[in-house]
Nanobody, 124 residues
Framework: QVQLVESGGGLVQAGGSLRLSCTASGRTFSTYAMGWFRQGPGKEREFVAAITWIGGTTYYADSVKGRFTISRDNAKNTPYLQMNSLKPEDTAIYYC?????????????????WGQGTQVTVSS
């Protein structure tokens, strides 16, 4: 099994920054990509960013391009999400997830292992 634990969420004013981390443990081999998703109040869970574990190819939702940066530390099995210029509409629970299907890094359905999420609240 795989365990994922997110951290780094919190309350920040609009224009501020936060850095999310996701610690992975357990059977983390054969990871194709790790992704960040979010679910805002009354909304469906949506893709935010993803990074392939080998090669480091990155993918971003249009709504966060230029503001968020995903990176990873392979040795620590940890992806990071640096979030700058935060907006109130970024308020959501942020989840990290692992994709082992070697396909569709932006597709929520391609991720099999999920963390419990960390709350990000951006005040106006």
């Amino acid at each position: 099994q795989v365990q994922l634990v997110e951290s780094g969420g919190g309350l920040v004013q609009a224009g501020g920054s936060l850095r999310l981390s996701c610690t992975a443990s357990g059977r983390t081999f054969s990871t194709y990509a790790m992704g960040w998703f979010r679910q805002g109040p009354g909304k469906e869970r949506e893709f935010v960013a993803a990074i392939t574990w080998i090669g480091g190819t990155t993918y971003y939702a249009d709504s966060v391009k230029g503001r968020f940066t995903i990176s990873r530390d392979n040795a620590k099995n940890t992806p990071y999400l640096q979030m700058n210029s935060l907006k109130p509409e970024d308020t959501a629970i942020y989840y990290c997830a692992i994709n082992r299907r070697f396909a569709a890094p932006t597709d929520l359905g391609a991720y099999d292992y999920w963390g419990q999420g960390t709350q990000v609240t951006v005040s106006s």
